[in-house]
């Protein structure tokens, strides 16, 4: 079977070679970019895992555009508000605390998530699309950057207590996984050899589940089987969105993130003037994220669904709501294929537990324990409820051809990283490798104050006088990273991956 033409942008170098090796046996883009995602969960574990989520955003010639729902879910039976949670403090950003532990683990939906959208549009075998993680997990790797770096804030307060975490991430049971250092995750490529034959019932239904029933239950969690046996991977209606001669399918509720992006970019419709200065435009997407703050935070306490997305996306209401503002760990994998195929795929591991399930090398999430994902409160969604999510995987296109898949990793900066490639791409008609590279912006409340941190390059002339600001001196991976495969109208294709972190692509 002759090569598919690919385009893949990634993190991990072994996640777009995962990616590669399936387009070299003719698998579309669909079988290319789930075999990455499994993958990942072995190249660029803690972000990702197949104990964490993931969103799968794809666009087929000819056929309506799907958004697949891997969200993390409530377990039926639950804690309160004085659950025993083990509370680590992490020096990330301005420092984080996070809640981990047994207590903190939800029901996993990424593999799921993955096997449906393989089900639905994949062409080759299942056990040739778990090959090349199988491959990976059985010979080792080495640990990249962001792992590394991950395990020197987090590793000690996360991932050091119990001891299968410990003997994935600490090789010589004191010291974190450094930079260079080659490592083989144990027991997780027995963990592949059960999916490759079992299909995701491996965990939903199987042994692994089990295990993760055992451990869990074990430290005071509360995932059973049923739970696994009754979780079941979402088909949803994306939100659509024109802007500048594109159709954009953004993540729709329950997530939250697909309707933040899409309110952004309708904001700065409203702002936005061809003439405008770069000190203008700087200042216009300040304000814009800014008032995406505050309504997140106003969203926290609302009935958050399809009906008040739509509110929030009508151009009319937004406008308003943003004069009325004024006055005051996860991973991204992209791939494009020359039919126009293009597929985003989003996924998280939160910051990770620190609990990975016994005999399988997999580590489980912390979505319970998240404030993030849990905005109205901690247990505060029914049983099999969808936690929130700021995962936006995105895709895009137009009646001439054109096409591109995008989405960033990075925690509140998911949102505002791809609204500022798409503003770099149709206002200022950036090419793909321009709209990655270009410096970012990020507000946030700091410290009683809306602050604007940002990288060299930006002109805050306009913005000194309403925001204070935090200065990075280089890009940094705390603005995300963006990871693009795209199809020109001409055929050629594109794949741009983020040098904010362990960026890598390929052309097939």
Not at 105 to 117: D, F, K, N, Q
Request: overall charge negative; aromatic content about 8%; some cysteine.
């Amino acid at each position: 079977m002759s090569t598919t033409a690919a385009a893949i942008a990634s993190e991990s170098a072994y996640t777009v070679d995962a990616g590669r090796q399936i387009a070299e046996a003719g698998g579309n883009a669909v079988d290319i970019a789930v075999a990455s995602a499994i993958a990942a969960t072995v190249s660029e574990t803690i972000m990702c895992s197949l104990g964490g989520s993931a969103f799968i955003a794809l666009k087929i010639p000819g056929q309506q555009p799907e958004l697949i729902d891997g969200a993390d879910a409530m377990p039926s039976t639950t804690g309160d508000a004085n659950t025993d949670w083990k509370r680590a403090h992490i020096p990330y950003g301005d420092g984080i605390t996070v809640n981990v532990g047994h207590a903190s683990i939800a029901i996993p939906g990424m593999l799921r998530a993955v096997e449906l959208a393989w089900q639905r549009h994949g062409s080759l075998p299942w056990a040739d699309i778990v090959a090349p993680a199988l491959k990976l997990a059985r010979s080792g790797l080495q640990a990249s950057h962001t792992l590394v770096k991950w395990l020197a804030m987090a590793g000690e307060a996360v991932f050091f207590e119990q001891q299968e975490s410990r003997d994935s991430f600490f090789p010589d049971g004191e010291n974190p996984l450094r930079s260079g250092d080659f490592y083989t995750p144990p027991h997780l490529a027995d963990s592949l050899e059960l999916i490759a034959r079992e299909g995701a019932d491996a965990l939903y239904r199987g042994d692994i589940g089990r295990a993760l029933e055992r451990e869990a239950q074990s430290g005071g969690g509360f995932v059973t089987m049923a739970d696994l046996a009754a979780y079941q991977a979402e088909v949803r209606q994306p939100i659509l969105l024109n802007s500048h001669g594109y159709q954009l399918a953004l993540n729709p509720p329950p997530a939250i993130g697909g309707a933040m992006v899409g309110s952004m970019v309708q904001m700065y419709d409203s702002l936005w003037r061809p003439d405008m200065s770069d000190a203008e435009r700087y200042l216009a997407i300040a304000r814009v994220q800014q008032a995406m703050f505050s309504l997140r935070q106003e969203e926290a306490n609302a009935a958050w669904g399809p009906l008040r997305a739509g509110e929030i996306l009508e151009k009319e209401w937004l406008t308003r709501y943003l004069h009325k503002r004024f006055s005051p760990n996860t991973m991204h994998l992209s791939v494009a294929t020359g039919d126009g195929t293009v597929v985003a795929i989003t996924m998280s591991n939160g910051y990770g537990s620190g609990i990975s399930i016994p005999g399988t090398g997999i580590p489980t999430n912390n979505s319970l324990g998240e404030p993030e994902l849990n905005p109205a409160g901690f247990f505060a969604i029914p049983p099999g409820g969808r936690l929130v999510s700021n995962m936006s995987p995105t895709v895009v296109w137009n009646d001439a051809g054109k096409a591109l898949a995008m989405g960033s990793p990075g925690a509140s900066r998911i949102t505002t990283t791809i609204f500022q490639g798409w503003q770099r791409f149709a206002y200022e008609n950036l090419g793909f490798e321009d709209m990655v590279r270009a410096p970012r912006l990020h507000v946030e409340w700091v410290d009683e104050a809306f602050t604007l941190q940002h990288e060299p390059g930006i002109d805050v002339g306009a913005a000194a006088a309403e925001f204070r600001l935090r200065p990075f001196e280089d890009i940094d991976m705390y603005f995300g990273a963006l990871h693009v495969a795209g199809r020109e109208e001409s055929g050629e294709l594109h794949a741009l991956a983020d040098s904010r972190r362990d960026g890598n692509q390929v052309l097939t």
